[in-house]
Each structure stands twice: as C-alpha cells, then as structure tokens.
C-alpha cells in the first residue's frame, strides 16, 4: 500500500511537470500564432472594406465594427483551437523528450505509471526518481521562449495601414447619415 501511495505521488509529480510545460507550449504557440490570427480578421475586413467600395451599402463604422468582430472571432477561435485540443499525457511527454533532451526519461516513467512498461519496483522507483529529478531541473522559460516572427507583425501592420487608408478616404458608396436613420 506504501508502494502505491508512493507512486501516485510520484504520478502527480510528473503529470505536474508535464501538464505545466504542455500549458507552456500553448501560450508559445499562442503568441507566435497572435499576428497571423489578427491578420487574418482584419485581412477579412479589407474585404468588407473594398465591398463597400464597390457597392456593398456600408458606412466606416459597420466596417470598423466588422473589423472588430473578425479580430476577435479569429482571435477566440485560435485560442480555442490550442486549449480545447490538446495532446494526451504520453505525446506531450514523448515530444518533451525530444524537445529538452530528456533521453526518453519522462515518457518511459508515464509508461510505467500507466502499467505499460512491468519492470522490479525497485528498478521501476529508481527510474520514476531519475526522471523527476532530471526534469525538475528543466528550465522551461529558457527552452521555451515566447517569441513572434518579427515579418508576421510586418504583415499585420501592412494590412492595418491598407484598411485605414480604405476607411479614411470618402466612400461614395456609403449610405450618408439620413439614409442610415431611415
């Protein structure tokens, strides 16, 4: 009973880790991802914006708030595709391993926590030990840096300035301020 208790201590010890570096992985795709999502809207609302140049019957600020909302759909379907659809315990901890250099160590103490792998409880302790102490000196911060592509931002600042030159030139298709309250 000692045995058990003592491997679901070391269990949640790995999980811990594991779950925290897969959360680490999220936010680094989140920000790298960031740019391309807002790009996306507001690619989007250049259409819209160049609709209602060519007769779509829509004033600046429907394309403003047009542009906001496709901003914000792109941006909460990102985030929701990242933290909705992970990945199970084991590839996290197979694509950790590769990442960090652990030598398999983690994936195999998942596989022999889950029963997969039999080995003697005391070889099968010294490896769930060798793994936790290996990876407890990860330091995740600096092999997982939250960085962005400097050309992605270039992008959405391109389609920025382009939607704004659209919305600050007149609009001769714009419905004026007395057709909008009819």
Do not use: C
Request: avoid cysteine.
């Amino acid at each position: 009973m000692a045995t058990s208790a003592f491997s679901t201590d070391k269990r949640t010890q790995i999980e811990a880790l594991i779950l925290s570096w897969e959360s680490r992985r999220r936010w680094q795709r989140f920000v790298l991802w960031l740019p391309l999502a807002m790009s996306g809207g507001l690619g989007l609302s250049l259409l819209v914006a160049l609709a209602s140049r060519f007769g779509l019957p829509l004033d600046a600020r429907a394309v403003i708030m047009a542009t906001g909302l496709a901003v914000l759909l792109a941006l909460l379907s990102m985030a929701g595709w990242l933290w909705i659809f992970g990945r199970s315990l084991e590839r996290a901890a197979r694509d950790f391993d590769l990442r960090f250099g652990l030598r398999e160590r983690v994936s195999t103490a998942v596989e022999l926590l889950d029963g997969r792998i039999s080995s003697q409880p005391a070889i099968a302790s010294a490896q769930l030990d060798d793994a936790l102490h290996i990876a407890q000196g990860v330091d995740v911060r600096a092999e997982m840096r939250l960085r962005s592509r400097y050309r992605d931002w270039v992008l959405l600042l391109i389609l920025l300035v382009a939607l704004s030159v659209l919305l600050l030139l007149p609009n001769a298709n714009a419905p004026s301020a007395a057709d909008l309250a009819a």
